[in-house]
């Protein structure tokens, strides 16, 4: 059963950066597409971005040109570098398999972005 523990997350105001990590375990991490999700308050969860098996990357329009992801299948772990934030992209960060089926989710990593 793989699980997944992000971090990396916090406090940071407009126009600051964080990078998430999650790490993966008890599963192949290197043959499955990857992807960071979040939730803001009162809505559903939605798909940020994600990366495939060989480095191709998609994200959603509100967050191309300001966030990347990547990954490091040695350490199954993925990454999401964020930069200018805006206070619409607080929420909780999730990571999970992106296009196969998702596997457990995990606790999430707060991100709040307010002055």
């Known amino acids: 059963q793989v699980q997944f523990v992000e971090s990396g997350g916090g406090w940071v105001q407009p126009g600051g950066s964080l990078r998430l990590s999650c790490t993966a375990s008890?599963?192949?991490?290197?043959?499955?597409?990857m992807g960071w999700y979040r939730q803001a308050p009162g809505k559903q969860r939605e798909l940020v971005a994600g990366?495939?098996?060989?480095?191709?990357?998609s994200y959603i329009d509100l967050v191309r040109g300001r966030f990347t992801i990547s990954r490091d299948n040695a350490k199954k772990t993925v990454y999401l570098q964020m930069n200018s934030l805006k206070p619409e992209d607080t929420a909780v960060y999730f990571c999970?398999?992106?296009?196969?089926?998702?596997?457990?989710w995990g606790q999430g990593t707060q991100v709040t972005v307010s002055s």
């Open positions: 008890g599963s192949i991490f290197s043959i499955y597409a």
């Open positions: 990366i495939g098996t060989g480095g191709i990357t």
């Open positions: 999970n398999r992106w296009i196969a089926s998702p596997g457990s």
